[in-house]
């Protein structure tokens, strides 16, 4: 069965950089499909945040500007989210989610890790 | 961005009714829709895509329909179980966007 998790620190102070790791088992990153990260603010609202697909190429909300970078050590079947210059406003449940790139939707998420932001 | 408007944030309903959520989409998104239900504590987990289409293992109450920018999610004989949040997404375009979620609780 396919299984994503997500690992990472829990705290970030504001200015750093957020580093998650998802890492799958179950299928391999390369065969297919793209690995996506999601985050889930505080009162529940949803928001994607990029992916990086079984080629590598990766795609990235416009709304993260340049703060944003998804990468992928397909030897480990990981991939990795790097968030930088965080500010309290990046406070969220991150999740990592695997999308059809046919049906578009996200057929497999993590449980997802809580990051807060905060010094 | 194209924004996916769930107008109810809050719904109630009773065991055995069935229920509508719905969600509108700010231009066409022809039927590049997935329905999600999250319950707390939870990810969220896929129900529908393609506006209409049902996941294996969703069982046959959870039904969607709807294109271009008007999008339904019907919940036959509502059980117990199915109260949770309801989030409809779009990709048809990017960014990828989600509605605001409609949380389904009993009367």
């Known amino acids: 069965d396919v299984q994503l998790q997500e690992s990472g620190p829990g705290l970030v102070k504001p200015s750093q950089s957020l580093s998650l790791t998802c890492t799958v088992t179950?299928?391999?990153?390369?065969?297919?499909?793209?690995w996506n990260w999601i985050r889930q603010f505080p009162g529940n609202k949803l928001e994607w945040m990029g992916y990086?697909?079984?080629?590598?190429?990766?795609s990235y909300n416009p709304s993260l500007k340049s703060r944003i970078s998804i990468t992928r050590d397909t030897s480990k079947n990981q991939f990795f989210l790097q968030l930088n210059s965080v500010t309290t406003e990046d406070t969220a449940t991150y999740y990592c989610?695997?999308?059809?790139?046919?049906?578009?939707?996200?057929?497999?998420w993590g449980q997802g890790t809580s990051v807060t932001v905060s010094s | 961005d194209i924004v996916m408007t769930q107008s109810q944030k809050f719904m109630s309903t009773s065991v055995g009714d069935r229920v509508s959520v719905t969600c509108k989409a700010s231009?066409?998104?022809?039927?590049?829709v997935a329905w999600y239900q999250q319950k707390p504590g939870q990810s969220p987990k896929a129900l529908i895509y393609?506006?209409?289409y049902r996941y294996s293992g969703v069982p046959d109450r959870f039904t969607g329909s709807g294109s271009g920018t008007d999008f339904t999610l019907t919940i036959s004989n509502v059980q117990s179980e199915d109260l949770a949040e309801y989030f409809c997404?779009?990709?048809?375009?990017?960014?990828?966007?989600f509605g605001a979620g409609t949380k389904l609780e009993l009367k």
């Open positions: 989610a695997r999308r059809g790139i046919t049906t578009g939707a996200m057929d497999y």
């Open positions: 179950g299928y391999s990153i390369t065969s297919d499909y793209a």
């Open positions: 990086i697909s079984y080629s590598g190429s990766t």
């Open positions: 231009q066409n998104v022809g039927t590049n």
């Open positions: 393609s506006a209409s």
């Open positions: 997404q779009q990709y048809n375009s990017y960014p990828l966007t």
